[in-house]
């Protein structure tokens, strides 16, 4: 239907997905992995999952980071490899 | 945190966005039959805001929000109203979690399956709340004698 | 032994969006999962879902009768998961716990 932004959201998934894998700032991989979860939220609403699509974006951009950012903040912030 | 954050912007804009937060949360939970939401989803929202609090303000005033000692027990207490209406339903004579003997009078069985699952409704977000405010707080705790 | 791990995943993404093109598109009526009669001959539940959520519940979204009323038992394991996580957090992680097991 609206492929073309689908393809747009598709492509900025792979992006943060790779950011958030190969980044050595451990915060910065935190922000990328909200970003992911937030389009992957957008693209569940886009499929017509209205309530998978909230649940992640609840969830997935809001407690989880908390939670990492809470975590990084008790051990280290750099990683060793 | 422990000491409560210096800047005014976000003392100002934790302070104004909180409740409205906590509102939608409310709305969510209480709203679910009609439209997306649902327990679990507006439990995540209350806990939301009142993690903001926690993590702008300092330890005496988000003591006051919702003090550390509760989290645990709300959070059984919310599991104990699922099983009860499931066990309410039991004792009545139907099955596990059948709704539609609960014994409020004067309903049909469709109004009594609708209130049937707001009550679940409540105690998922009760639940899920407390629950993940648990799990800040624990994490967060230091340990500040260090013979361990 | 880096080329060989982008090529496996190379390879591997090119399965995949192989294997995508044997799926139905999405929101088809014709596909196998939307008809009333499954594969073997038993009717499907969704349709059943689908025809009496409002009359059973009195409640005109399907997916919170399905989850809250039809599948109740589901939604009670997710949240005594969800509790002995957080109970998990409180036995390991408290502090005032830690200081007892200390002094004894």
Same mark, same amino acid.
């Given at each position: 239907m609206h492929w073309e932004l689908e393809i747009v959201l598709y492509i900025f998934l792979v992006i943060s997905a790779v950011v958030s894998l190969h980044v050595k700032d451990l915060l910065t991989a935190v922000v990328s /992995? %909200? @970003?992911f979860s937030y389009i992957l939220a957008m693209l569940f609403v886009s499929m017509g999952a209205i309530d998978v699509g909230f649940t992640e974006a609840v969830v &997935? =951009? &809001?407690?989880? &980071? @908390? /939670?990492y950012v809470v975590m990084i903040f008790r051990t280290t912030r750099r990683t060793n490899d | 945190m422990k000491h409560g954050s210096s800047s005014p912007i976000i003392l100002l804009l934790s302070r104004v966005l909180s409740p409205y937060i906590m509102l939608f949360g409310m709305y969510v939970i209480f709203h679910g039959h009609y439209s997306p939401g649902g327990g679990f989803q507006g439990g995540a929202l209350l806990a939301s805001s009142i993690i903001l609090i926690r993590i702008a303000m300092e330890e005496k005033v988000h003591q006051l929000h919702f003090n550390k000692a509760y989290g645990i027990p709300l959070g059984a207490v919310g599991v104990l109203i699922f099983f009860g209406v499931g066990f309410i %339903? /039991?004792?009545? &004579?139907?099955y596990f979690l059948d709704y539609s003997l609960l014994p409020f009078p004067g309903m049909i069985t469709a109004e009594l399956r609708f209130y049937g699952i707001l009550l679940i409704e409540v105690g998922v977000g009760l639940a899920v709340m407390t629950i993940l405010v648990a799990i800040y707080d624990n994490l967060l705790e230091e340990d500040d004698d260090e013979s361990i | 032994m880096k080329y060989l791990t982008f090529?496996?995943?190379? @390879?591997? =993404?090119l399965l995949l969006i192989y294997a995508a093109y044997g799926l139905p598109y999405r929101g088809d009526p014709n596909a196998l999962v939307n008809q009333e009669i499954s594969l073997t001959g038993t009717p499907v539940a969704s349709s059943y879902y689908i025809e009496n959520a409002m009359k059973d519940a009195n409640t005109p979204n399907m997916v919170t009768t399905v989850l809250g009323d039809y599948r109740a038992f589901d939604t009670l394991g997710e949240e005594v998961v969800i509790f002995a996580a957080g109970i998990i957090c409180f036995l390991l992680l408290n502090r005032e716990r830690k200081r007892e097991a200390r002094k004894q």
């Open positions: /992995l %909200s @970003v &997935g =951009a &809001g407690i989880t &980071g @908390v /939670l | %339903s /039991l004792i009545m &004579g139907g | 090529m496996s995943i190379g @390879v591997f =993404a």
